[in-house]
């Protein structure tokens, strides 16, 4: 009685296939998921090398714009000073153009050649924006100073911006994004706290007598800088953390605390500190964020450039690994259809003829795989039915001999005989020829009586 399990519908189906069928059947449920997988992970990898990718264009392209927005702090704080009637930073404020034409033709350059990230539009507006910046020696010192703090904000925008569509705000790894967070979200505004506080504080002190209103301002914007220090070098331990050293990091907050106390008894006490010096020293407490700054670029580009490196190690192996499995397993397969479809023929051959009756055949034994075992037991088949064969035509042989001789002893025995059926009849012919005689005797003595 048929019973049905969960292999009957396999077993049902191999046993209507032939071998090459059954093969290239179990090869493909093996191969195709295999395949499905390792195509899934290269195309995984590779979105991760495209990605990494886009995120080292977008460090360089913040590291450019990094250097227009300090070019634009400069100038800022160089406007003001001659607004409020400094001359002498005449051919500074002209070395600083110089500089900014500089930044703008490279910028222009790296957004031409990553064009991909789609910031045409918003660059060319900026771009204009900054190419009319000597213009704003014709307005009054804070119209020009809030038009220069509005193109910076328009340029750490742009920047939020190019870490958005270049992957940086969505690192996945925690020192990365760190030092993402750092570089786009902290730096920035950190120079842009100093460079507000000495272009605000140098034409303050390029006055004949500096603004009260402006100086309470000035005093409110340190107490805050003060602070962001504080949570600067909180966010700064958060890398170090995770294997990333912040020296530059350490002397930049160091720089920025001394331009404070600097602001402090600046305005505490009019006239120890020159407009000119206050700037200077603004511009090296900017510097050192500015050193920070390329310090963390730096590393966070080293980060994806290893990432980058490891990816595509990756990739190579998982390329490399399918390429090998798949010619392994299709070695393996072409070894094992050949090795048993040439001996299973052979071993139908010699079945066949022993079949029709020729049992000189002879299995040639190769391997010790089931197949082998099986050509050992048709060897030993053969050998035996051989053995019984020519056992049988020995003993038909001496049947057959024995049946002649006894056949020649029954013709021996029927000519005895009938000699002997002769002789009694030539007996008995003598025997009645002697009884007539005898009669005949005994009547010629009767009648002699």
Not at 82 to 111: I, K
Not at 303 to 328: E, K, M
Request: proline share 3%; hydrophobic share 45%; net charge negative.
């Amino acid at each position: 009685m048929f019973r049905f399990t969960p292999l009957s519908p396999g077993v049902w189906l191999m046993r209507r296939l032939r071998l090459p069928t059954k093969l290239g059947l179990l090869a493909t449920a093996l191969l195709l998921p295999l395949l499905v997988i390792c195509v899934l992970l290269v195309q995984r990898l590779g979105s991760d090398i495209r990605f990494t990718e886009d995120e080292r264009h977008g460090v360089e392209l913040v590291a450019q714009l990094g250097e227009v927005v300090g070019a634009v702090q400069t100038h800022r704080g160089q406007t003001n000073m001659l607004l409020s009637g400094s001359r002498a930073v005449q051919p500074a404020l002209e070395s600083t153009r110089a500089s900014l034409r500089s930044s703008l033709a490279a910028t222009q350059a790296l957004m031409a050649q990553q064009a991909a990230l789609g910031l045409d539009s918003e660059w060319s507006q900026l771009n204009g924006r900054l190419e009319r910046l000597s213009a704003t020696e014709a307005l009054a010192p804070a119209q020009a100073f809030e038009q220069h703090t509005a193109l910076i904000a328009d340029l750490r925008r742009l920047v939020y911006t190019v870490g958005e569509r270049s992957g940086l705000l969505f690192d996945p790894e925690p020192a990365s994004y760190f030092l993402m967070d750092m570089v786009v979200s902290r730096t920035m505004g950190w120079s842009e706290s100093l460079g507000r506080i000495r272009g605000l504080g140098a034409g303050q002190l390029s006055l004949p007598a500096p603004q009260s209103e402006a100086v309470a301002g000035l005093r409110m914007q340190l107490d805050r800088l003060q602070a962001d220090t504080q949570d600067l070098r909180f966010a700064m331990d958060f890398a170090v953390r995770y294997g990333q050293p912040e020296h530059e990091g350490s002397r930049a907050i160091e720089a920025s605390r001394s331009y404070v106390q600097l602001a402090g008894k600046a305005f505490d006490t009019p006239g120890s500190v020159s407009a000119e010096a206050f700037f200077a020293s603004g511009s090296q407490a900017i510097a050192a964020v500015g050193s920070y700054q390329k310090e963390v670029l730096s590393q966070l580009d080293g980060l994806l450039v290893q990432r980058l490196t490891t990816l595509q190690h990756q990739r190579q192996v998982a390329v490399g690994a399918v390429v090998v499995g798949v010619a392994v397993m299709a070695y393996l397969i072409l070894s094992f259809y050949y090795s048993f479809v040439i001996d299973f023929r052979h071993v139908v051959t010699v079945m066949r003829q022993t079949a029709s009756g020729n049992l000189r055949a002879h299995v040639v034994v190769r391997g010790r795989d089931e197949l082998a075992e099986l050509a050992r037991l048709l060897e030993d088949m053969i050998g035996n039915l051989s053995a019984m064969v020519a056992e049988v035509r020995s003993n038909s042989a001496l049947v057959a001999y024995a049946g002649k001789s006894l056949a020649a002893g029954n013709r021996e025995l029927a000519d005895r005989t009938e000699q002997q059926a002769a002789n009694l009849e030539q007996t008995a012919a003598s025997v009645q020829e002697l009884s007539s005689t005898v009669q005949q005797n005994a009547e010629t003595a009767s009648d002699s009586d």
